[in-house]
RNA sequence: GGUCCCAUCGUCUAGCGGUCCAGGAUAUCGCCCUCUCACGGCGGGGACACGGGUUCGAGUCCCGUUGGGACUACCA
């Protein structure tokens, strides 16, 4: 009857990616889902390659996914005296001894028992030779020398190691740092973690870290290994991949309630349902409903989630999202009726904010941009004839839905299709001969802007 | 090489022995709507890797093959 209380755990070495961000989420859900507690917890041991960068960097993506964390986040680099005394406590107890073999020597002896087709791990040397502390020396764990290592998976089932595949793994290094498998175990002890959830590539870890817990006395918590996430060549995804850091999507316009349905729905499944908010989810995540293989990051589905939360933000809303990408080109910010009412217009035609904005751009600018070829393909003498017709027609203010009676009208005058009639007006209006509705436009802009815009092509 | 994991439409998946000549989503194609582009609506094509078992009956259970992936550090 305790209380559940699950991790994340990354180590601050780059920006947080798409992986660790499903990881993140599953851990949060599952906390939140038992109103137990979610941690974050910084495995900076590593000096050489951790940054505070990295770790603001990481701590704002999560926010930005809005998955909150209970308490300040644990840096572990704080807590090696706890490690370290564990680690006596094992030495003590005859449960982990010194070795003093060096890494080189240790590193022939690997490859000579490859080459005679041995396996690749510690020989045991030292184990039993009842070494002290020396320079250069490390502290390996003395594991159980036959039988069996297993869990049951909470994704994906019953897993079991021979322990004699698994050797003496070093707890502690030469330069008195705690390795990862032993600093991991410690604080999810320490810090009375029940659910460890993560990555599959850890999977391999698993035994051995139960076999600490077991040394430490300490009950191992559950273990549910997430699938990977691999890129459309179907290997983990990378950079070569395109982007895989959160931020990065961020700035590409995504929402952060798109991303997070996607890489919920990204090898879990609650039936037929694809549309979650971070509640729902919270309601019905299931661990066994976490599929065991590992998924390929579809970014085109991203897309279609990602529009579907753009058509249901609500147009004020998504004038302030969208605003910043725009903002930057020196605009003037027209006011919030007129902007919401701008936004109405595109909302459906974008897969992004940025595209979004892109699509809206015309609104603010003195004049369109013209798209060359569009141009050149509308400008005719026929159709500039077309267009004084319009800036006569379009001198004062339309009633709404009147725009749809006048363009019948100036067809037929014309003796044209309406479509082809409302080509030319278009690309004055925008400068291309894809937009919005013109009935909008044309009452967003206003008699002035669109008689403006008309003149600038005759 | 060894150990471990995995295997349903291109992709994400439903399926927990019979209701599956396999359902949904996305992508794609076609039609409709239409001032363009989108949106939306309707429809099409598209999958149980292979081989053995078990069973009256297998996508669903077992074994093997093949194919993928992870790990194999004094990195986390």
Redesign the pocket.
Known sequence: MSETITRF???P?GHLHVGGARTALFNWLLARQKGGRFVLRI????A???SDEFTRAILSAMTWLKLDWDGEPVY?SQRLPLHREYIDKLLSEGQAYW?H???AD??ER?RKA?AA?G????DGLCRDKNLGPAP???VRFRGPEGGETGWN?L????????NR???D??I????G?????M??VVDDVAMNITHIVR???????TPRQIQLYRALGAPAPYFA?V??I?G?????LSKRHGATSVMAYKDMGYLPQALINYLA??????????IFSLDEMKQVFDL???????????P??L???N??YL?ETPPDELAELVWPYLEPKGYARPDGAAMAKIMLTVH????TLTELAE?AEFYFQDLPTLDTKDAAKILTPENKALLREWMEVLRRPLGGGE??AL??RV?EEKGV???????P??LAM?G??????????LSILGPEKIRKRIEALL
């Open positions: 755990a990354p180590s070495t495995e900076d041991t590593d050489q390659r951790s572990q070795c073999c060096q890494a240790l590193e690997r490859l087709g396996k690749p791990k510690y250069g020396a490390v998976d994704i994906k089932g019953s897993v079991v190691f021979d595949e698994l050797d793994l070093i502690l290094r030469s330069d740092l705690p390795t990862y498998n600093a991991v990555g599959d590539d850890h999977v391999n870890n290994h699938p990977m691999l459309a060549d179907k290997t983990r729905r990204l090898g879990w499944s609650h039936g037929d349902q694809e066994s409903h976490v599929g065991r293989s590992a998924g390929v990051f579809n085109e589905k897309n279609w989630l529009s579907h058509k459906e035609r974008g897969k699509k725009f749809e363009l019948r067809a299709k309406p479509g082809a009639a409302a080509q007006l278009r925008t291309r001969t894809a937009s919005p509705g013109l009935d909008d436009i």
